[in-house]
């Protein structure tokens, strides 16, 4: 199964009772606002069926929500990052293809924070949620021809 979380808060299963996960993944991603009172950031993460989500008692997130795609800004201006762990925690912004090593001109407001972009590296909500469909359905991977750009948290 699939979690949603809003705003590294919020969390629900990513399903189809309201409408098709695609469509379900476009209606998050349109509703970002980029505020920090409102919705600035959108993440999918996979869970297996029998890890006890969300009240068993030895159910622990730890282990299954460090790997994630997450959006963050509005639904016009976001960008994409993709977390993996497994031995080292590794953490990337998502782009079209570009060199990344060209200067990041652009901006993305994610919660009253401007966080510096690269013109391949900013989505609207449509073209995020191919991104994230084909993340839903491949389990943990983009599409070829995007670009990922290691980005250091530490």
């Known amino acids: 199964m699939f979690i949603n979380t809003t705003n590294s808060a919020r969390e629900s299963q ?3 009772d309201f409408r098709p996960i695609k469509d ?22 996979w869970l297996p069926d029998d890890a006890g989500w969300p009240d068993a008692p030895e159910y622990e997130a730890g282990e299954y929500d460090l790997n994630y795609l997450q959006a963050g800004g509005t639904a016009e201006r976001m960008s994409v990052d993709l977390q993996i762990s497994g031995g080292q925690m590794r953490h990337f912004i998502v782009g079209r293809d570009h060199d990344v090593d060209e200067p990041l001109t652009e901006s993305v407001t994610v919660a009253g924070t401007e966080h510096a972009r690269h013109p391949a590296e900013v989505f609207d909500a449509d073209e995020a949620t191919e991104l994230f469909f084909h993340y ?12 990922l750009r290691p980005l250091d948290l530490s």
């Open 136 to 147: 839903y359905e491949h389990r943990g991977t983009v599409p070829d021809g995007y670009v």
């Open 24 to 45: 379900q993944i476009g209606r998050m991603l349109g509703l970002l606002d980029g505020q920090s009172d409102g919705r600035f950031a959108y993440a999918i993460w």
């Open 14 to 16: 990513l399903t189809a």
